[in-house]
């Protein structure tokens, strides 16, 4: 490659004043790092209830076949408000 000296000496010159401005662009870099890292934490916490939906949603799956090969209670699930977190706490079912 050919030696450009503009290129250099911008990058130097670059260099140089960012060593200078150092103190002054520690805050900067703080404030956006920490902003980076609380959206990738809000971002995680969507992930994760989207994935708990998902996991809801195939144990509901898992639970229909389950009663549709035993033969058991067609209408019970559908007709029951709960899902059966109150039974297992000992509140009364609605």
Do not use: C, W, Y
Not at 1 to 15: I, Q, R, W, Y
């Amino acid at each position: 490659m050919k030696f450009h000296p503009p290129s250099f000496a911008l990058g130097v010159g670059t260099a140089v004043l960012l060593m200078g401005k150092k103190q002054h662009l520690r805050p900067v870099v703080v404030e956006i790092a920490a902003l980076g890292l609380h959206l990738g934490r809000l971002g995680l916490g969507l992930l994760e209830r989207q994935r708990e939906h998902v996991e809801d949603l195939f144990a509901e799956v898992a639970e229909r076949v389950h009663q549709k090969a035993t033969g058991g209670a067609r209408g019970e699930r559908a007709a029951r408000k709960s899902n059966g977190a109150a039974e297992l706490h000992g509140e009364p079912s609605s």
